[in-house]
């Protein structure tokens, strides 16, 4: 893995602008954590620059509290020998999350990791959204990163718990996820090459989704 101390970067509230398809209850009390057992995720597709095909994996977490997804080759960069577009690169991924029946589950929280290495001059972006098939975008949040940097990010987007859209009881529907990596050369040395990642070369560096998990009406 690149070396590099762990930072952890100030949480950012994302809005739900979806309707939560929910039993009335009070959010505090409806939702919970741990996820029922036969839970399995399945890629259904996968598109963008950031994630050619074969490097971008998925995995669930053995308590179905959380999946995380793995790039190997997701990277942004300016300077140097660079290419016009390796400014920019995206991943969208389409996944189906199946649930058993009487369960559904909303995203609770998102952890993005990462690599970057910014010369003094230079910024980097990272955008990420998600929602269901169908419905209105969950919430949105980008993160900067100011160079001279270089080290290991992280940064952590958490939903208000009232604000939790699930996935309508019932119905089948791909949960999308969609991220960016933005990097902008501004007055650093053009001759300098300085990049944003979200791999790991050993798969120690994940994005991870936590579910929150309750019981349809």
């Known amino acids: 893995m690149r070396k590099g101390i762990a930072i952890s ?3 950012l509230a994302m809005t739900a602008t979806a309707a939560v398809a929910a039993p009335p209850a009070t959010a505090s009390a409806s939702y919970f954590t741990r996820g029922p057992n036969g839970v399995t995720i399945e890629i259904a597709t996968v598109n963008g620059s950031g994630c050619p095909a074969g490097t971008a994996a998925v ?10 997804v793995t790039y190997s080759d997701y ?11 390796d400014f920019r ?40 959204h998600y929602y269901f098939q169908g419905m209105s975008q969950t919430g949105q949040a980008e993160h900067p990163i100011k160079g001279a940097y270089s080290d290991n990010w992280q940064f952590t987007d958490k939903n208000d718990v009232a604000q939790l ?16 990596l933005r990097v902008n050369k501004g007055t650093s040395d053009p001759t300098k090459v300085s990049f944003l990642a979200m791999d790991s070369t050993d798969g120690s560096i994940k994005t991870t989704y936590h579910f929150a998990w309750k019981r349809c009406p």
């Not at 690169?89 to 389409?94: E, T």
């Not at 609770?108 to 001059?121: C, N, V």
């Open 165 to 180: 859209v699930y996935k309508p009881c019932g119905e089948e529907r791909n949960f999308n996820i969609n991220t960016e």
């Open 75 to 85: 990277m942004a960069q300016v300077g140097g020998n660079s290419q016009a577009t």
């Open 9 to 11: 970067a100030a949480a």
């Open 89 to 128: 690169k995206n991943c969208q991924i389409a996944m189906k999350v199946h649930v058993p029946q009487g369960f559904t589950y909303a995203i609770m929280s998102a952890d993005y990791r990462g690599f970057a290495s910014l010369e003094k001059g230079a910024t980097g972006l990272e955008k990420a």
């Open 59 to 68: 995995a669930i977490s053995d308590d179905k509290e959380a999946f995380t």
